[in-house]
Every structure is written in C-alpha cells, then in structure tokens.
C-alpha cells in the first residue's frame, strides 16, 4: 500500500524555539496533505488542509501564524510549530490522499514535547 | 452536522475471545467508511474500506459490516491476539464535507492472555 513517512517520531525542544515536522509520500504524488493533532486518549482533530503549491487551509481555531505549513513539493509538506510552548506538546499526525485511493494514508506520528 | 459515534469506548477481552466494536453515522450520503487500527504513539493504520453499495469487507481476522438503512457499521475481531490491543477508529468521508474526514472517538481495545 501507499506509503507515508512522518520525520521525526519524537522530538523534544525548549520553550520559544520552532520545531518543523515533516511529511512525505514515498510511493505516490500527493497534491493534498493534511495535519492532524491528538491528544491523549481522544481521536484526531484535523488542523490543516496543505495544498501543493498554494496556502494551506486553517480550520476554525488553528492558528496558521503559530503552525506553519509548507507543501513545496508534491512529496513534501512541513508543519512548523513556532515559538513552541508546553500547551502545544501533543501527537501530531500526517495524512496523504492517495490519488488511485479514496481514502487516506497515515504518517507514524510525531510525539513533540516542549519543556 | 456530520457526527461519527463508537461504542464501546474501550473494552477488555481475552485472548482468544471475539469481539465486535461499533460505528454509527448520521445522515448523510458518504463516499467511503474506514476502519483504522492505531496503536498507541503511532499513526493510523487501514483495515478496511466499504463504499456506500458494500455490506462486509475482510482483512485477515478483522471483517467489517455496514448496513446503510440503520447507518451503522460493525468491526468484528476474530480470535484476538495480544497485538490487537490499540484504538481502533471508525472514519467517514462524508460527501457533503469535501475532502475531510469525520473521524468517530474510538474505541480502545485491551487484550489479556
């Protein structure tokens, strides 16, 4: 099946500092990517729509200035978290549609702590 | 507004034992439903996909049901192994919401030997 490789799995940074995930398809091109956010115990609440080569879409709440997304390539997208704080340590998730699939493919995660 | 719901939100079996975890949509016409095994600290892994027409799909032990007249969707586990145990989510992808995906709360499967 597709593949979607999320870098890294783990990473803890200070207060204040960015942190950037990224996202990749490995087997397939995918034009739309989106980013997801989990915490402990509850199902994954959609962050961002990231469009190749245009502005990412925002959903209601998110703060695009405080988490930046870059879909430069149609293998890449990034998720920056900015001057990161310890409210925003929490599991975010990739997600790729696959254009021969009517689903979507998941990344391994990112488990991003700040301290 | 398109809801997806679970039940139970967790539950407990022995290995060995079947269970059945379930899903229940609003109306809506959707594209696909999905279930997904997630365990935990990683990303959600594909079991099965049934379009609207569908009524069962098979993965190995997982077999998945739907019956649109009650909007309802059922994930059977047969013969659980301890590595059963994750979350395991309904997803839809409802038509009228484009792209998105509504996403049901989960159910967090334990197994013991």
């Known amino acids: 099946g597709a593949v979607v490789s999320q870098h890294p799995s783990r990473v803890i940074c200070k207060s204040g500092t960015s942190v950037k995930i990224e996202c990749r398809s490995l087997?397939?091109?995918?034009?739309?990517m989106f980013w997801y956010r989990q915490f402990p115990k509850k199902s994954l609440m959609l962050m961002a729509t990231s469009n190749e080569g245009s502005k990412a879409t925002y959903e209601q709440g998110v703060e695009k200035d405080k988490f930046l997304i870059n879909h430069a390539s149609l293998t890449l997208s990034t998720l920056t978290v900015t001057s990161a704080h310890p409210e925003d340590s929490s599991f975010y998730i990739c997600?790729?549609?696959?254009?021969?699939?009517?689903?979507?493919?998941f990344g391994q995660g990112t488990r991003l702590t700040v301290v | 507004k398109n809801q997806v719901e679970q039940s139970p939100q967790s539950l407990i079996i022995l290995e060995g034992k079947n269970c059945t975890l379930q899903c229940n949509y609003t109306v809506s016409p959707f594209s696909n439903l999905r279930w997904y095994k997630q365990d935990t600290g990683r990303g959600p892994v594909s079991l099965t996909i049934m379009t609207f027409s569908e009524n069962t799909k098979s993965n190995g032990r997982y077999t998945a049901t739907l019956d649109a007249d009650t909007k309802q969707s059922s994930l059977h586990i047969t013969a659980s192994q301890l590595s059963d145990s994750a979350s395991y989510i309904c997803?839809?992808?409802?038509?009228?919401?484009?792209?998105?995906?509504?996403f049901g709360g989960g159910t967090r499967v334990l197994v013991k030997p």
């Open positions: 997803v839809v992808r409802f038509k009228a919401a484009g792209n998105k995906l509504t």
């Open positions: 997600s790729a549609r696959v254009p021969t699939d009517t689903g979507a493919f």
């Open positions: 087997d397939f091109q995918a034009t739309t």
